[in-house]
C-alpha cells in the first residue's frame, strides 16, 4: 500500500474573483478614493467591502489602493481603466491572501468551494471536474446563497490576509497521507486504485468530481496541520 500520494496541481485556484467586470459608471471620476474606488470594491466583496472598511481592516492594502489613485488621478488616467487595473490587483491579493489564510478562513473557504461543486455536480459532472482543474465558473450556477456567501468570502480575504506576492510562490504538489488516501477513497465510494488514477489522471469526469469533493470533506475532518496543506491546494 502507497504510505503517501503525492499530488500535482490537480486543483485549480478558485475563480471567486476572475469573472468580476469594472462597474459600468459614466459618472466614474477622481472625487475621492472612495468615490472611484468603492463601486470596484463592491463588485467582488460586496456593499460591505468599502475604501472605509479596509481602511479599519487592512491598512496595508488601503495605502495602496490609495497610492494608485493619487498617481493614476495626477496621471490623468481614464477611470475605468484604473478601475481594470484594480480589479487584476485585488484579484491577485486574493490569490495570494487566500494561500496565507489560517485555518478558521480556509475551512470557510474550502466549504464553499464544495458546496459550488456539488450544486454543479448533479446537472454536469463534466463540468464539476472542470470547475476543479481549470477554475471554470459560470454566474449561472451560483444560487442567490452561494453568490452572497462568495462576496463575503473575498471581503474577509482581502480584509483579513496579507496579499503582498510570497517570497516562495505555493508550490504546485503536495502531499496526502496515506490513511487520508483511504479515507477519502472510502468517502468517494471508490476502490483506492480507481481514487488514485481519478484525481491523478483524471479517470472519468464523474470520477473526478466525485473523488476530488471527498478528498476536499475528509481535508475538512483533519487536524488544522494535516488539512491545512490539503486545503491551501483545493
Known amino acids: 500500500m502507497v504510505g503517501m500520494l503525492i499530488l500535482r496541481a490537480v486543483f485549480s485556484t478558485d ?4 469573472s468580476a467586470t469594472p ?3 459614466q459618472e466614474a471620476s477622481y472625487v475621492s478614493p472612495a468615490k472611484t474606488l468603492d463601486p470596484v470594491l463592491a463588485t467582488l466583496g460586496g456593499t460591505d467591502l468599502t475604501m472605509a472598511s479596509i481602511r479599519e481592516g487592512n491598512a496595508k492594502l488601503y495605502g495602496q ?6 498617481l493614476t488621478r495626477d496621471s490623468a488616467t481614464d477611470p475605468r481603466t484604473f478601475a481594470e487595473s484594480m480589479l487584476k490587483l485585488l484579484s491577485d491579493r486574493y490569490v495570494a491572501g487566500s494561500n496565507r489564510a489560517p485555518h478558521a478562513l480556509l475551512v470557510d473557504l474550502a466549504t ?9 455536480r448533479v446537472p454536469d459532472p463534466g463540468a464539476c471536474a472542470d470547475f476543479f482543474v481549470l477554475g471554470t465558473e459560470k454566474p449561472l450556477w451560483m444560487t442567490p446563497d452561494l453568490a452572497t456567501r462568495n462576496r463575503a468570502l473575498v471581503a474577509r480575504v482581502l480584509l ?17 497521507n496515506g490513511t487520508v488516501v483511504d479515507k477519502a477513497a472510502r468517502r468517494a465510494r471508490l476502490p483506492r486504485a480507481g481514487f488514485v488514477k481519478a484525481v491523478l489522471e483524471g479517470n472519468t469526469t464523474k470520477d473526478r468530481c466525485k473523488a476530488t469533493i471527498a478528498l476536499g470533506e475528509t481535508a475538512l475532518t483533519l487536524p488544522a496541520k494535516e488539512g491545512d496543506e490539503i486545503l491551501r491546494h483545493f
Do not use: H
Not at 475563480?15 to 476572475?18: E, F, G, I, S, V
Not at 489602493?65 to 493619487?70: D, K, M, R
Open 65 to 70: 489602493l490609495a497610492s494608485n489613485w493619487t
Open 23 to 25: 462597474p459600468n459608471s
Open 112 to 120: 464553499l468551494r464544495l458546496d459550488k461543486a456539488r450544486a454543479i
Open 160 to 176: 483579513e490576509t496579507d496579499g503582498d506576492p510570497p517570497a516562495k510562490p505555493l508550490g504546485n504538489t503536495f502531499k496526502v
Open 15 to 18: 475563480t471567486n474573483t476572475r
